[in-house]
């Protein structure tokens, strides 16, 4: 095999998924602060042990590559843990949300039912996922986000006039109908993926959950099912 120079995409997006996963869950069993209130010092300090445990985990395993690109690469990673979470004191003040869930599972470990989707011909569509994250605003709104470590390219066909991107990317209205079956006394629910890296500018893309939505996407699990059961796996 090639020399690995470098840690890879996958390595590094479970890095950062893991570190924010132990440290909203060990925050959430304790007081929060206010939606307008900066994190405390002490998880910004817990949040930097939990990273650099992490980076130094992932280096014994061998899977940062040549040394001196490592220590470029972790020095990066740093940096984006403590400016994540300056970006998080603004996305919760701006708007007015405190964290209520991390790693939200449905239809997996510790007998959590998985999401059905009625797809409106007869047919139901079972899944099972978990979620990165859910805040509740003060009106009682939930945001529901997905960090992404990558680029946001991608995604940039997303809009609320495309909110499934010509049926190419389904998993936001199905976070978002996993959680409205979560919560179904929450007056409205926004979905949405979260940049978290310097590289992607911490943008933020998503759109509130609806009807036309549910709708749509329902119309595109039909077409892939429909697919599937003729033996079509694109």
Same mark, same amino acid.
């Given at each position: !095999? ?11 997006g479970s890095l950062v ?7 909203l869950?060990?925050?959430?069993d304790g007081?929060?602060?206010?939606? @307008?209130?900066?994190? !405390?010092?002490?998880?910004?300090d817990?949040l930097?042990e939990?990273?650099?445990?992490a ?5 014994? +395993?061998? &899977? @940062?590559?040549?040394?001196? /690109? ?6 990066r %990673? ?6 994540? %979470? ?5 996305? +919760? ?7 209520l #869930? ?5 239809? *997996? ?13 007869g047919? @139901? /569509?079972?899944?099972?996922g978990?979620?990165?994250?859910v805040?509740r605003a003060e #009106?009682?709104?939930?945001? &529901?986000?997905?960090y =992404?470590?990558?680029?946001?390219? +991608?995604? +940039?066909?997303?809009t609320?006039?495309? !909110? %499934? ?7 936001l !209205? ?5 959680v409205q079956?979560?919560h179904?006394?929450a ?11 310097? =590289? ?5 893309i998503?759109?509130p ?5 549910v ?5 595109t ?6 697919? *599937?059961? @003729?033996?079509?796996?694109?």
């Open positions: !095999p090639e020399e690995l120079l470098r840690i890879d995409a996958l390595e590094q998924h893991d570190v924010l996963e132990g440290w869950c060990e925050l959430l007081a929060l602060p206010a939606a @307008t209130d900066a994190w !405390p010092a002490a998880a910004r817990r930097r939990l990273a650099e445990q980076c130094g985990d992932a280096e014994a +395993r061998g &899977v @940062t590559g040549h040394p001196l /690109l490592w220590r470029r690469d972790r020095r %990673l740093l940096l984006d843990f403590e400016q994540f %979470l300056s970006r998080d004191d603004q996305r +919760r003040a701006s708007l007015r949300l405190t964290p #869930s991390t790693e939200l599972a449905f239809g *997996m470990a510790h007998g959590s039912e998985p999401l059905s989707i009625d797809l409106g011909d047919r @139901t /569509l079972r899944l099972r978990r979620i990165d994250r805040d #009106s009682g709104a939930l945001v &529901v986000a997905d =992404k470590t990558g680029g946001a390219y +991608r995604y +940039r066909d997303l609320v006039e495309t !909110p %499934l991107a010509d049926g190419t990317k389904l998993q !209205p199905i976070y978002g109908l996993a079956s979560a179904p006394d007056p409205e629910i926004h979905i949405e993926y979260w940049f978290v890296s310097s =590289k992607a500018r911490w943008e933020r998503g759109y959950l609806t009807t036309d939505v709708e749509r996407l329902r119309h699990l039909r077409i892939v099912v429909d697919g *599937m059961a @003729t033996g079509l796996f694109p």
